[in-house]
Nanobody, 125 residues
Framework: QVQLVESGGGLVQAGGSLIVSCAAS????????MGWFRQAPGKEREFVAAISWSGGETYYADSVKGRFTISRDNAKKMVYLQMNSLKPEDTAVYYC??????????????????WGQGTQVTVSS
């Protein structure tokens, strides 16, 4: 069992930066690959980024590649999403999720077992 709690969302101007964090609890956290998804108003939830259990492999949606960086600290049971050069279209609720290692890097929501409650990121123009 893994519980996930996101934090760090907020309001930022276009071109700015923000870090959202995901705190995990549960002894099996290190066995899971992790991902970030987002859902904008009126849109379906979409894949943003993912990272392997070791942190050695990372995956990004084309829309954020080169601007966002996913990382994890297994000792602290934390996952981070560093977001740079933010655009108004990045406005969304950001969710972290955990998947079994067989699905490392998957953009498919159904392959993630545990989800956080989300944190709002708003980018003003």
């Amino acid at each position: 069992q893994v519980q996930l709690v996101e934090s760090g969302g907020g309001l930022v101007q276009a071109g700015g930066s923000l870090i959202v964090s995901c705190a995990a609890s549960g002894r099996t956290f290190v066995k899971y690959a992790m991902g970030w998804f987002r859902q904008a108003p009126g849109k379906e939830r979409e894949f943003v980024a993912a990272i392997s259990w070791s942190g050695g492999e990372t995956y990004y949606a084309d829309s954020v590649k080169g601007r966002f960086t996913i990382s994890r600290d297994n000792a602290k049971k934390m996952v981070y999403l560093q977001m740079n050069s933010l655009k108004p279209e990045d406005t969304a609720v950001y969710y972290c999720a955990a998947s079994p290692p067989d699905y490392t890097g998957s953009p498919v929501q159904d392959e993630y077992t545990y989800w956080g409650q989300g944190t709002q990121v708003t980018v003003s123009s």
